[in-house]
């Protein structure tokens, strides 16, 4: 982000220099004076908006990236230490093997999913979805390797 901030300087920079430019060297009528102040003014407006979207949209994924987190993290561990009240042992290793599938599907989602709606907790709120989906992903990464 300072990086971006930083060219956007230069460009607004730019930008004024050279509306400066027109402004002192060319025709020293007052509608030129006034059309490069008005050019300058929308530049950096919009160049403005573009950063504050830009932070608005990294704010709205982190907040998303830390619900998604919390919600299904959170549920594995507690079903995981829930699962030692299970007389079952094969429901035992069912539930454990579960939890651990969920937690790495949701790790390796929040580090490769680039779009937000990969991070919805509206669509799987048990953590199922995510629990196949990583069990086919290792299936695949098992064939393919």
Do not use: C
Request: glycine share 6%; hydrophobic share 45%.
């Amino acid at each position: 982000m300072p990086r971006q901030l930083g060219i956007i300087g230069v460009v607004v920079a730019f930008i004024g220099v050279a509306l400066n430019a027109v402004r002192l060297y060319g025709n020293e009528s007052w509608y030129l004076s006034a059309t490069a102040a008005v050019v300058e003014a929308i530049v950096i407006t919009a160049l403005v908006t573009a950063v504050l979207e830009q932070r608005r949209k990294r704010a709205i994924r982190k907040t998303l990236e830390i619900a998604f987190l919390n919600h299904h993290i959170r549920n594995a561990i507690t079903q995981l230490s829930m699962a030692e009240y299970v007389v079952d042992p094969q429901k035992h290793e069912r539930l454990v093997r579960d939890a651990i599938g969920r937690i790495s599907e949701v790790l390796f989602r929040i580090s490769n999913s680039a779009d937000l709606t990969g991070l919805s907790l509206e669509v799987d709120l048990e953590g199922m979805q995510l629990t196949r989906e990583g069990e086919a992903r290792e299936q695949e990464e098992k064939k393919a390797g």
